[in-house]
């Protein structure tokens, strides 16, 4: 904690609180959390200690330094209750979509009304579209678009944020996922989100599904020529 706090910045709390940080906090830059990651590697003891800090930092850290094959589902039940901001939803959604199954912790969050613990359910949609390989399958990734169609206007401001991220990412694992979200998004329309006093937009779908599918596409063809 006294290497997190000596760390820390005045203009890098200001820039936090922007984005919605609460409570203590030192401003650890993300670069400094980098280094401090690389430092520790895997140390889930360690992690467990520094989330029951509430520091925000620490928190983040923890995320970082988590041991997903030892994080239960108590653990990120109690964790993902904690979080307070989008910032810590993000950090957290790292582990909930490696730990476990993180197919189940998806569908037990999901339709949570916390503003946090939905975006989290969400966010684990995108991480795990964004794997190239492995389950789940292309069907389950598509059965979440109708969800994502009935339910993105009507749920918190983050949350919406993270479906429309979710969208962007299962589109990007196909041309038939991508063909799949876009006629999805002609229907869901413009999704408003309020990003505060930050300089932060949600991707527009359809432009933004286009080039990460594009630039995904690419990456499987040079992968596909490395095998050959």
Known sequence: MGELEAMGTEQN????????VLGEQFGVSYANLGLLTKKLKTNHALARELWATGNHDARVLACRVCDPAAADDALLDAWVADCDSYVLSDALS????KAGDPVARHERWRDDDREWVGRTAWLIVANLANRDAGEPGDDWFASRLPIVERQVHGRKNRVRDAMVLALIAIGARSDELEAAV?????GIGHVEVDHGETGCKTPDMGPY???????RRKKQQK??????
């Open 13 to 20: 709390r200001k820039v936090y609180r922007r984005h919605g």
């Open 94 to 97: 790292g582990p909930a979509s």
């Open 182 to 186: 876009a006629a999805a998004g002609e």
């Open 209 to 215: 599904l286009h080039k990460t599918r594009a630039h």
């Open 223 to 228: 992968a596909a020529a490395r095998k050959a």
